[in-house]
């Protein structure tokens, strides 16, 4: 334990009580006897003296007044230590900065080697995160010390939500891979988010790289996104009638897609590949679909076949439920393997309706296509008139703007959109050529409809999302913060001495624990899914939010700094060396 419930309530109280000033203070043991020094921040008399010898500078936020001097002084001569040292930063995460780290060194070595440094970020005077760093006497760097060290708490408000959720909710969850099932332990609650951070309910803070599995591009609540929410709210919350915002949404998505020259919104990812693949079924009267292993597009029955994700982590390649008949219909092929697809079509091609594909897969972990994968499925699917369906559930507006299609320069016959599109709130979206598209109803024979679809806050969310996202300019930055991330987790894995293979695309990746190279679902199942599991409660103690299985991707968002790609590396280094 770093600090005691009461320590870590007055500090929050002070550091609240001082905004917008930085505060300060110190926490002092002798033996088993602690002394909390608060101390005063006399910036503001110091510079009203003298504003030259004191400027108000980001680095000079700060001086203590010499009275708190002379009382840490003489507990010192007492024989206290200090044991805790902890500053606040105003309208700024909880990162121990470059200057904290500085000020904390005197000639390089630390001023008070076994000290805990805790940093407390303070928004509109509420504070939203603390942190807690040690001096790592080995590696001659300050490292994050555990958050669960700093809140003494145990996780029991998350334990008691998970027994009341466990009695109404099937595994006490809302979708099966929350429920922790692959890597042990219990799911945290989660309170509230904010950028790169999201909270549990126990109050204790991670920096996530789940990011609602996709969609939050952006980060957790940016003010854009929430202002458009807000604003489409109060006019109302849906019509079950058409809007501007809905042909403004669609627009928005055909100028980044051109090949979706008509689109259907609708409220999932699984909506939009249930949809997208009955008109294929539809428009080409042909009843077979393929798909890759590992690749998962929703739970609709045809397409909970040798599916990753859930699927994929607790080893049922099909859903009991889906009648057999069904799936009879859709042929599965491994991943990355065009002569399989070639020799398929070549036998059963004028049967077969659509092929669907994650062009970057991302549901049995990152895998990306190979090259000439995505245009050789589009040359075949042509050849035998089937068409190609591309689901960038994940990858749209991910990858890129207008998604792995724009990257890899091929174009399908139909596409799927999901969670970006939505902001975080329910969307999705299948649309494509206009002479396939035109089977759907009203247009034409195929069914297809949506209480909610096309919902005017989900629309607003979106719509706010893919405008902060269209001068592309955010992709550079996806790409340096996604590289930076995986340099940091390579380094971890190189020190810790274990088989990594890590696949990334831009801001998704997933590091596999094996030794790869990992090109299909099958490489993928050779990763050490026990050793992720301790790794993943290694992060999770050490404040970062990973995905509970290792077979999903990570998401760089663009909240997230250099700093906490740094602090997850640090982390993650920590987490490989006791995993190994
Ligand atoms: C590639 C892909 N397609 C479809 C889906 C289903 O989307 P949803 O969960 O919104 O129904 C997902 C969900 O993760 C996905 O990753």
Redesign the pocket.
Known sequence: MLITREELAAIKEQAAAEYPNECCGVILARGAERRHVPCRNVQDQMHARDPITFPRTARNAYYMDPIDALRLNRLADEGFAFAVIYHSHPNAGAYFSETDRGQALIKGEPAYPGAVYVVVSVVGREVKALAAYRWNAERRVFDRADTGDLDPAEPAVSRRLLAAAERRIPGGVNSPVRAFRSVGGEPRFVARAEGARLWDADGRAYLDFVGS??PLVLGHAPRAVVEAVTAAAAGGTSYGAPTRQEVELAEAIATAYPSMELVRLVS??????MSAIRVARGATGRDLLVKFDG?????ADSLLVKAG?GGATFGIPDSRGVPSALAALTLTLPFNDLEAVRALFGARGSEIAALIV?PVA??MGVVAPAPGFLAGLREVTAQHGALLIF?E??TGFRVAYGGAQELYGVRPDLT?L??IIGGGLPV?AYGGRRDVMDHVAPLGGVYQAGTLSGNPLAVAAGLATLRALEDRKAYARLEALGARLERGLRDAADKAGIPFALNRVGSMLTGFFCAGPVRDYADAKTADTARYARFYHGMLDRGVYLAPSQFEAAFVSLAHGEDDLDHAARAAADAMAAAV
């Open positions: 599995w996709g999932s990812g699984t909506e939009a590949a690749c998962y597009h929703g739970h994700s994650e991302g549901n689901d559930v994940i799927c999901g969670k999705g």
